[in-house]
């Protein structure tokens, strides 16, 4: 949009005036972002409501993206940005006194997701208005998120994170007018409809109201506005008798609470199974009602409407498609059954089959008993149909829905949709060959690959101003709106000068993130050591602690050899553990009381730093990924899907350390084999050792004294503090034989992180493969990513102008 600094000025100070009857020079930075927010909205909501016009004028085909989780960060931002304004608000704030960062920095992250599966559908709702397709989120609205982390004593604390604040969301807009209502519990049972047809009856069921919450998505640069739906719950003032006490309102309100509630307790487990179904309930209803005005008949929905189900959390949503088209609108079986597998899509996001959602069918009919009721019908005419068609009877026991008294939510999405994706080319292999070989054998057809991609917007242009203005000084600023031009700096990975220009620009970045760690965690570190990164969440696979080993062994290198040489080091963690997760919480504590040892070891001094990031979030990883020399992404290979993180680190310039897993692989072939430093087993060895049953890490530990040296410091006093999170720690490696392959993969680990050391001394060498990472990370934008899912997938079409 064209707006002058003046103009800008005009609309800003009004709205100051209007919102908090003050002036600039008496406003506090939050007062300063919340009129700030106001006045984009002005901005966009025009294009916002021209957008909803168009799209049902032409009756375009949508696609919904149910998610539960949903992670945008700050979004002032990006939305600046996307309209075209970010500069002229800069601008203008310089030319009013009024600190820009400091404004921007009272904005509290859209706590609604975790990590990478919730950054990923933030990505793609940017990327659908960006590329101009209709495509709209699907979620809840989490009055807390999933929590915010301190760590206290070196051990994680969980805080509510109350990312609402005292302003709330100011993006969002409540749509009363789309209510509509969810029912858990009681009890159904089946009457004569006449005409031979039975329809349910619900006696005593629980009714809620679903309240929608809208927050646009706008476009780059293209006057774009989709929408990201985010359900709240209400009680019905007609069923408030139902719920007289204070408890029983909160037991309500908790639905929509906190993301992920801790399902180690039946409770929970009921808890967290309400929140998925009241979201897809509610989506689905809407999307049902929206559809039928336009006068169209129910059966060919799939025409104009396509649900993607990200991961298993709205799996449920073909069974409940059913019941809407069955039950709600009297659609016949077999006429619905069509139109539901025509309408649904799925993503697959793990190869861990424990990841895999199952519910028990004793919860799962209590809280949901007609849904069951499908469910079950489903199952069975599966069976009979597969039956029919002459499959086997294992492939049909492997692949049904209800088994063993369990509910497998990944079959129901993949039996009552037509695609199921894998997020790299390595992880939709694993799908076929492993974790869903037998649907893969019945039914190939359904199956591609979307490899992940991430905003290059948000981490160049947001995140890193000055590395985005260096790009444009050696090859112009077309990138910014065609990322593919990013090529283009090939032709300078060898200059001197612009080696020069892009390594002060890491050294700018080293230093704000060098700041900001001696301000929050009292740690100086110096900035012209390598920065070794490893941010993402804590898990057992993505080998944290394989990390931590090599630490210690630097440690020991250093305290054996205090006068050999040493490249300077500051390792880098960032990293939320679910709270139920004990042994990911016993992994934190050693970092941080590893971290407490080395870092105050006059005999270290600067060498070596280890420094724990609490609270890991989007706008610290804004903070921490331009800032990265070395990408650690050293998951088990096959563990991994893809990566998001791994993208992002590549485009501002890290070299990736990395075993060859999920994305890894492809960004080794984007970059070349040299300019990615590769360690480690290969799937096919990981698997050889699943099939062979030979690995035996305690003969490792035996046999090799540097191993029997690191690992024994977990457990004889070398760190001190943790000595029950280190016999835990020892136990996983030892004892109960290295689940994740850590002790096998060390010392090839050990010999990539020497060669990183050897590579970073010779700065031309080193500077030659970082830009080779920024000029071929184009490969990894969600703007591509998300035109082959709306064009392979969902069949969307982009508005003829």
């Not at 051990?155 to 109350?162: A, F, G």
């Not at 072939?669 to 990981?686: P, R, S, W």
């Not at 030979?694 to 540097?706: A, C, F, K, T, W």
Request: aromatic share 10%.
């Amino acid at each position: 949009m064209e707006l002058t600094t003046e103009q800008f000025i005009h609309d800003f100070e009004a709205t100051l005036k209007e919102q908090k009857q003050i002036t600039i020079a008496d406003a506090i930075p939050e007062e300063l972002f919340l009129a700030l927010a106001k006045t984009t909205r002005q901005y966009y909501t025009p294009l916002w409501l021209d957008r909803k016009h168009a799209l049902q004028k032409r009756e375009d085909k949508i696609a919904f993206y149910f998610s539960v989780e949903f992670l945008p960060g700050r979004m002032l931002e990006t939305n600046l940005l996307n309209l075209g304004i970010l500069d002229t608000v800069k601008d203008a704030f310089t030319q009013l006194g009024v600190d820009f960062d400091a404004v921007k920095e009272s904005e509290h992250d859209m706590a609604l997701g975790n990590g990478g599966l919730g950054r990923l559908a933030a990505a793609f709702m940017d990327s659908l208005a960006t590329t101009g397709y209709p495509g709209f989120g699907n979620g809840l609205r989490y009055r807390y998120g999933l929590f915010k982390q301190r760590i206290v004593n070196g051990y994680q604390v969980e805080l509510p994170d109350s990312w609402f604040g005292s302003i709330g969301n100011v993006w969002e807009t409540r749509k009363d007018h789309d209510i509509v209502y969810v029912s858990f519990f009681g009890n159904v049972y089946m009457t004569d409809a006449g005409d031979g047809k039975l329809k349910p009856v619900y006696n005593n069921a629980q009714v809620l109201r679903a309240v929608p919450y809208d927050v646009p998505q706008i476009g780059f640069g293209n006057g774009v506005v989709n929408n990201l739906r985010l359900w709240d719950v209400e009680i019905p003032e007609e069923y408030e008798l139902n719920y007289p006490t204070i408890e029983d309102r909160r037991r309500v309100e908790d639905i929509t609470a906190v993301l992920y509630p801790d399902d180690s307790t039946d409770e929970g487990k009921k808890l967290r199974l309400m929140q998925e179904y009241f979201m897809t309930s509610a989506g689905l209803q809407t999307i049902v009602k929206s559809y039928l005005k336009m006068g169209l008949p129910l059966e060919r929905i799939y025409e104009k409407v396509s649900v993607h189900i990200n991961d298993t959390h709205p799996a449920v949503a073909p069974a409940e498609f059913m019941r809407i088209l069955v039950d709600d609108y009297g659609l016949e079986w077999d006429v619905a059954w069509e139109a539901t597998c025509k309408t649904m899509s799925y993503t697959n996001h793990t190869i861990l089959s424990e990841a895999l959602e199952k519910w028990h069918t004793g919860l799962f009919s209590y809280v949901l008993p007609r849904v069951y009721q499908i469910i079950v019908e489903i199952d069975n005419r599966y069976i009979s149909r597969m039956s029919a068609q002459g499959v086997d009877y294992e492939t049909i026991e492997n692949t049904r829905i209800v088994r063993n008294n369990q509910i497998h939510m990944a079959h129901l999405a993949i039996i009552g949709g037509h695609s199921v994706n894998g997020v790299a080319k390595l992880h939709t292999e694993l799908l076929k060959e492993d974790t869903l070989r037998d649907f893969y054998k019945i039914s190939p057809e359904k199956f591609n690959n979307k490899t992940n991609g991430i905003v290059q917007r948000r981490w160049t242009q947001i995140a890193a101003p000055h590395l985005s203005q260096t790009i444009d000084k050696w090859i112009g600023d077309g990138w910014r709106s065609d990322i593919h031009e990013l090529r283009k700096l090939n032709d300078f990975v060898d200059n001197p000068d612009a080696q020069a220009d892009f390594w002060q620009v890491k050294q700018e970045s080293k230093q704000r993130l060098a700041d900001y760690i001696e301000k929050t965690t009292g740690v100086h570190v110096n900035s012209q050591a390598i920065f070794d990164v490893q941010v993402k969440r804590l898990h057992a696979y993505k080998r944290q602690l394989l990390n931590v080993l090599h630490i210690i062994k630097l440690y020991w290198d250093i305290k054996d050899n205090p006068n050999a040489d040493f490249t300077p080091r500051v390792f880098i963690f960032g990293a939320k553990a679910a709270p139920g997760y004990h042994f990911a919480k016993s992994v934190i504590k050693v970092i941080n009381e590893l971290a407490n040892l080395i870092n105050n070891d006059p005999a270290i001094g600067d060498k070596l730093k280890v420094v724990f990031l609490e609270n890991y979030r989007v706008s610290l990883a804004e903070l921490i990924i331009p800032a990265a020399n070395v990408s650690e992404q050293i998951s088990l290979a096959s563990k991994e899907a893809s990566g998001t993180s791994n993208m992002k680190f590549m485009m501002t310039g890290a070299v990736t350390l990395a075993t060859l897993d999920g994305a890894n692989i492809e960004i080794k072939q984007e970059v070349g084999d040299d300019n990615i430093v590769i360690f480690g087993m290969d799937k096919d060895a990981v698997y050889r050792h699943y099939e062979s049953h030979d690995y035996y890490s305690r003969g490792i530990y035996e046999s090799n004294p540097v191993i029997h040296r690191v690992v024994n410091s977990l457990v004889d006093g070398t760190i001190p503090n943790c000595q029950s999170e280190g016999n835990e720690i020892f136990d996983a490696l030892i004892t109960y034989n290295d689940e994740y392959f850590l002790l096998e993969d060390f010392q090839s680990y050990v010999d990539a992180q020497a060669r990183i050391a050897q590579l970073y001394a010779d700065r031309s060498r080193w500077m030659h493969m970082s830009l080779m990472n920024i000029a071929n990370s184009d490969k990894f934008s969600s703007d591509d990513t998300i035109r082959q899912y709306a064009q392979e997938i969902w069949q969307l079409h982009l508005p003829q102008a």
